[in-house]
């Protein structure tokens, strides 16, 4: 079928040219009939050639195995498996190779988490209340400080205390890593177009990525625990500071830095005495989601066992008691509002002083 | 004034904008307009071969509609925008020369630049705004502080040390642009359309305080407007743009009294010479009188 074909294109038979240059002009005219006609081509051509219900051909090679009663069973090896083995021998390379690095994060995430625990149950949670009631009245007034303290209590009294502040141990923790690198990155995509183009598509595949697929490599990399928690939470929670910092540093009136750079600014001058304060709203709002994507997967990172209220909820999931699943859902859903809040009020604070009147 | 050595000659300058840029000086395009090369070449000729020269201590006023290059000018003198050909000499030296410190030495110590939005920092206080070139410098707080107070007394805006840009009027704004580049001192000020934003009455009173000031401090200015009543209130000489290129260089009477072309006796057709004799005389009397009017 195929080669009659062939034979007759190549042959130039004066109907086919005439019914190829009829096409063309019609192509021409219309550029959507053209495509109709080459997808009705092949959907014809496919299901004369290979009937309906075809397979894609995954195999890439069969291996004959000798069973034990004597007959050969053939095994096939499928592009998905090559390719998964592929990337499994990279992360083993990585993990062999960078061993001493990962072993160093790991002790210095660990080390770091115990002090901040530590010192956050040393406090008697009278203290722990009344400074966070403190710091909401500083920046959302009355409402913000009654809501964080009858939460807080909610979470004393329901037997949770020291859950939440494992959460929120890993939360600092992750958030501080995430601006680490998010902060600089951010800067660099905004100063430089081809590091902006490399990120772009890199930020959006780790924002569509399911985030349970970033717990494997944390564990391959640091074993199950709180170490591995924080990569996963980390490279959860990193793109938007990263994407906002960009964008606020993009968003400043050029104007501004072409003064700031007609006094002489140097580039560092530039970047610290202009971009980012004028930014900072912006990145704010960029920290602000940081957290709480980093709260959110915290909780997830207790199937790696980093912990936490995510334990509670997981617990109460394997023993199928809705009740504890609802009591550590809301516990995690009242420290998201008052993380929440906290920084949004900062926020708004610095973007009520910037906006030009 | 004449027979001093010019502040700054503009020689033959030429600015680009485009991929295509350098095709633009091969024979075939010279005679060309600017329309017919953005259409071949998908090039954007900003400036055109544009030679001037500005006397120490005048106001030198570069006039034109929007888009005829005057603001691309003004940039290419301080080098926010680099130009494609052509050489500028500040005090006999080639700014187009410079390295990256030298450029930045220039910047902090021998020119400022006003703009036409202002260009203020709206996180900081007037204070530390008229602050900036200075703190830019390495200059210590109380030395910065001394200095940008005497720069706001001088606009006339003293009192106001610590209000932000967003608590004041747009007239007030741009005492503050002006007083920032006052602070450091400099020996050529750029002003781009500077009073273009405000209203006629703040307008007419800043252009006389301009005047006034000039009169006391005697900087060398290159001041960019598409205001013809205002190129001749405040310009020692006029140059006149068009599509990149000077069409006429001249002092104000000049300009009105033997326009070079049509274009530019279009553009002067309102004008009289009486007219021009009295503002300019009005001016002379600001200058002499030498009085700051608070707004």
Redesign the interface.
Known sequence: MVGAAGTQESEGDPDNTSLAAGLRSLASGHPWLSGTAVVIVVLVASLLIWGPQMDFPTTVSQTEQPAADGRTVVLDQTIREVTGDAIDDGFDWLTEEGDFLFDGVSDATAWLLVRIEDGLKWLPWVAVIAGLALLSFGVGRWKLMAFTTLALLYLGFMGLWSNAIDTIALIVVAVAVSLAIGLPLGVLGARNRLADNLMRPILDAMQTMPSFVYLLPGILFFGLGKPAGIFATVIYAVPPVIRLTNLGIRQVSPEVVEAALAFGSSPRQVLLKVQIPMALPTIMAGINQTTLMALAMVTIASMVAAGGLGDDVLRALQKNQSGNGVIAGLAIVFLAIIIDRITQSIAAENRERLTAG | MTLQEPQIQVEGLWKVFGDDADRVFEPEYESKTRDEIQEELGAVVALRDVSLSVASGEIFVVMGLSGSGKSTLA?CL?R?VDATRGAIRFDGEDILEYGPSEL??????K???V?????????RPVLDNVA??L???GMDRPARYEAAKAAIETVGLDGWESY?????SGGMQQRVGIA?ALA?DPDVLIMDEPFSGLDPLIRRRMQDELISLEGQLHKTIVFITHDLNEAIKLGDRVAIMRDGAIVQEGSPEEIVTRPADDYVADFVRDVSAAEVAKLRAAAEAVATGGSLEAE
Not at chain 2, 115 to 123: D, T
Not at chain 2, 164 to 168: A, D, F, G, K, Q
């Open positions: 940039r301080i926010l930045t030495e220039f910047r902090r110590k020119i400022a630049m703009f036409q939005h202002y260009g203020l920092l709206p996180h900036f070139g703190e830019i410098q932000y840009p967003r608590e004041m920032r450091v």
